[in-house]
């Protein structure tokens, strides 16, 4: 039997990366650039999400525009929007089918073994959710560094690394780990012993005795 401690900490670590992806989705600095002049008054920050784009004034001002047309974008947000909306619904279907198969819970008492593969059933919707957050990430992480050191980028537009996609590294990796921890509670197959051949019976006696 699956030990109910290490599953619980598998679904507790699942679901805050759920949560940190779906925080990662809605925060607007994904990539950020930091720009001061001559003088520090008229320092500005411009950073950009996957929703909208904004402007940060060093007087506290800020400015925020939202993406109007969706075939407008490039192809690397458009994806990246993609992917991290398929790993928030798969989260959230991998909590609903995970939530079933805790020992904590009531639900499939009667049918051990079943309620076990939906634990790990719940597990591997986690992982796959996970890696749909970390291609996401990693692929418009990579997208930065080649702006940035394109020659041909100008030097106001060589945006670096933002919050939100630090955050949404962290959130890849809580999801992984929670589903493979719900993983390993894999119901052991039950070991098969041969069955026992029955013994001849004696033969019955004739009551005669023989010298």
Not at 21 to 39: E, H, P, Q
Not at 60 to 82: E, H, M, P, W, Y
Not at 96 to 117: F, L
Request: contains cysteine; glycine residues 10%; charged residues 10%.
């Amino acid at each position: 039997m699956a030990n109910a401690g290490l599953q619980l900490l598998g679904f507790i670590l699942a679901f805050l990366g759920w949560i940190g992806a779906i925080v990662s989705t809605a925060l607007s600095r994904w990539k950020i650039y930091t720009y001061a002049g001559d003088n520090i008054v008229t320092a500005q920050a411009i950073y950009e999400g996957l929703w909208m784009s904004c402007v940060s004034q060093s007087t506290g001002q800020i400015q925020c525009k939202v993406f109007d047309s969706l075939l407008n974008l490039n192809s690397t947000l458009q994806a990246t929007r993609a992917l991290m909306v398929i790993g928030i619904l798969l989260g959230l279907i991998a909590i609903c089918v995970a939530t079933i198969g805790m020992k904590c819970m009531k639900c499939m008492e009667d049918d051990e073994v079943q309620k076990m593969r939906m634990a790990v059933f719940g597990g591997m919707i986690f992982l796959i959710a996970g890696l749909a957050i970390l291609v996401a990430t990693a692929w418009y992480g990579h997208r930065i560094v080649q702006e940035f050191y394109d020659p041909m980028t100008p030097v106001n537009a060589r945006y670096e690394f933002g919050q939100a996609l630090f955050t949404g590294w962290a959130a890849a990796s809580l999801c992984l780990l929670g589903g493979a921890l719900l993983c390993c509670s894999c119901p052991q197959k039950t070991t098969s012993y041969p069955t026992p051949r029955p013994y001849p019976k004696p033969a019955p006696s004739t009551g005669k005795d023989y010298v």
